[in-house]
């Protein structure tokens, strides 16, 4: 079983950037695909990005593509979130997520229903 706690959240402007870490203990995350997903007051939780097992896939929602990055450090056994060009519309509880399978496609990848375990969220504010 794998724990995951996310930092780097806050208030930024728009246009401004923002990298999101998640960090695990108990088990490497090069056993896990990962995700982030995000959640807006009044609103769906939604898919952000996902990053295969072996690092060698990423999908992005189209709300982010060309804008934020998810990638892993394996050394320190974090994935991170770069988000840039931050818009009003990116302010959310952004949570990263782990799923024990390994995601073929970006429909498996986008749906939170697949991960196995969660983050606690970490707020990110973007003001206008």
């Known amino acids: 079983q794998v724990q ?10 728009a246009g ?22 995000r959640q807006a007051p009044g609103k769906e939780r939604e898919f952000v990005a996902s990053l295969t097992r072996n690092g060698g896939s990423t999908w992005y ?8 990055i998810i990638s892993r450090d394996s050394a320190k056994n974090t994935v991170y979130l770069q988000m840039n060009n931050v818009k009003p519309e990116d302010t959310a509880v952004y949570s990263c997520a782990a799923a024990q399978r390994a995601f073929s496609s ?4 986008s749906s939170y229903n697949k991960y196995d375990y969660w983050g606690q969220g970490t707020q990110v504010t973007v003001s206008s």
Request: proline share 0%; net charge positive; hydrophobic share 40%.
């Open 61 to 68: 929602s189209d709300s982010v593509k060309g804008r934020f």
């Open 16 to 37: 401004g950037s923002l990298r999101l870490s998640c960090a695990a203990s108990g088990r490497t995350l090069s056993s896990y695909s990962m995700g982030w997903f």
């Open 106 to 109: 970006s429909w498996w990848a």
């Open 4 to 13: 995951l706690v996310e930092s780097g959240g806050g208030l930024v402007q």
